[in-house]
């Protein structure tokens, strides 16, 4: 997957609802980059997808350890919009010297401003519904010789799959491996047009997909291909 060289790092963001405060064990002025929009919701929303991160040049990373990561990686950081009681955790304060080290600017917003940025990005149940739509039109453009169908199909899973990486970092690990263990092999068979290696490797994803429900504490969401494809689009050459 690509990754941009930027991130727009959201330990809780959208607009401000208090004006930025001096932190008082810091005595910095928090300040916000013009780059990251005054429009915080919109500017969320747009980078949950491919094509946003790739125009605008950033991705979102939430929470502390995500930030933490970052910036021991090297990743120049646009922005931080952060809590505006950061600085009262010990873990927090040493986070905000470490953003100052680096000149990034911090954005403070009240507690309710980091719920409603929650709210905006959708929960992995929310991505995993468009997933499947697409796991299964890729199944039945390939049964019906539409390769490119099923190329395209494919590409759109792993795209909403980052969304559910960015939105719910905790799970990205595990999408990751899955991407790799099945989606992968899928590709593979795609481009050599392979139908019978394509008919297996699938088969093998639904098993690999219910059983990462079931490890994760969900063994009653099980994933079965419906009788016919539910895409409005026809998935016939």
Known sequence: MNTPNN?????????????PKRFPKHGCQPTFHASMSTNLVS???DLQRRKGRR?????????????????AA????????????LDVNPRGAALLDSLAAHDV?????????????????????TVMIEYATRFDN????????NWDMA?????????????????RPGRAAMLKAFESANLEKLAAAIKAKDWKKFNADFKHAVVACNGCHAAHG?????YQLPKSSPSPTSVRP
């Open 7 to 19: 991130s727009l790092c959201d330990l809780c963001a959208l607009s401000g609802e208090v004006p």
């Open 43 to 45: 500017l969320v929303r």
């Open 55 to 71: 125009r605008r040049g950033l991705a979102v990373a939430e929470g502390v350890r995500l930030v933490e990561d970052a910036l």
């Open 74 to 85: 090297g990743v120049r950081l646009e922005g931080v919009v952060a809590a505006n009681d």
């Open 105 to 125: 600017p911090v954005e403070v917003v009240a507690p309710r401003t980091l719920e409603q940025l929650a709210d905006i990005q959708p929960g992995l149940g």
């Open 138 to 145: 890729l199944w039945y453009a390939v049964q019906a010789g």
């Open 151 to 167: 190329k395209y199909q494919l590409k759109e899973m792993t795209e909403i799959q980052e969304v559910g990486e960015n939105t």
């Open 218 to 222: 969900f063994p009653f969401i099980k």
